[in-house]
């Protein structure tokens, strides 16, 4: 099992947000539907083994998180559209403490970042992060950021994760996941 | 330089499609707009030595080549509607046999494969290929197909071409599109 979790800073926690509009209404959402897709989507396949986990802080319903299981979601299209109407919709359910189904394999609570923290064993992605070809060996879970930084609270929850990027370059969230993802792939096959 | 070229099997070539249905009526242009996202973006910035086109296939107004330059382009935004209203501003202008402009940084002009091949030395990249890993030098231009497979036709013009994958996984063309761009930034970086 291999897990991320991106954090989305303004991303919509209620679920009246325009499909055509997620780049600025709902707060970049776009950013946290590419990494759903790159997490998820090898080619006609699903990575059945990957969950991912959006933290979505933005608006008055915030924190909550939504969850997608790569071994049980269900109509799911590499389109950015795709994945957002799966958020819309987790959105517009009443939701609690604990997590709850609104479409085939996802999933929404309110929480964010501590409880997810306390539930598994993270490493953070971050350019400032030890380079990951050198890492011997990973926890299940990894940590990102969309498109702003890590706030100083998010910093003093994670200071005691390891903290790897993934290459000289700084990159988008959802592109740090694909070259993980094809580190492991290589690991996993004996490459 | 790097140059990815995409070849779009079904992708609309006149600019009446809808961007809220791109997977769809527009043929999986969702699949070019993404490879163009992760071909010239990076955090926070643009990866202005890389050209991208897209070889569009589909509809009545087949062939037709779109260029995007991240030297040049402006008012392009990382999600799949941004890339998207570009392509369609493109394919709504009259177009020639030579690229015209169409907005800032973004080229169309008729013709396909066979005529990009004879001005950039290509390797493609497929799932059959040698994995990318061990080649220790690489032509200036790689050329991936969208979700279906190459056209006998395609093959044929690429014969001589070197053929290269990306790893043990079938990737998405935009994912392969980061995964190469990784192995370039940590090359150019002598890592």
């Keep these: 099992m291999t897990i991320f979790a991106i954090i989305g800073h303004l991303a919509a926690t209620t679920g009246g947000f325009n499909l055509n509009d997620m780049p600025g209404g709902a707060g970049r959402m776009d950013v946290l539907c590419r990494s759903v897709n790159t997490a998820l989507f090898l080619s006609h396949d699903l990575r059945r083994d990957v ?3 959006l933290v979505l802080l933005g608006g008055t319903d915030a924190p909550k998180t939504i969850m997608f299981s790569g071994e049980k979601v269900r109509s799911l299209n590499p389109d950015e559209r795709s994945a ?7 959105l517009e359910i009443p939701v609690g403490e604990e997590f709850r189904e609104s479409t085939r394999g996802v999933y929404v609570r309110r929480g964010g970042l501590s409880r997810l923290l306390g539930e598994h064993t993270f490493a953070v992605l971050d350019e400032g992060g ?13 940590l990102l950021s969309d498109h702003m930084d890590f706030t ?4 003093d929850l994670t200071c005691d994760c390891p903290r790897y990027c993934v290459g000289p370059k700084i990159l988008h969230a959802d592109h ?16």
């Design 51 to 53: 969950t991912v986990y």
């Design 84 to 90: 957002g109407a799966l958020v819309k919709k987790a």
């Design 130 to 142: 030890e380079d990951i070809a050198s890492v011997t060996s990973f926890p299940e879970a990894f």
């Design 152 to 155: 100083p609270e998010e910093l």
């Design 176 to 191: 740090t996941i694909t070259v993980l993802l094809n580190i492991l792939d290589r690991r996993n096959a004996g490459q």
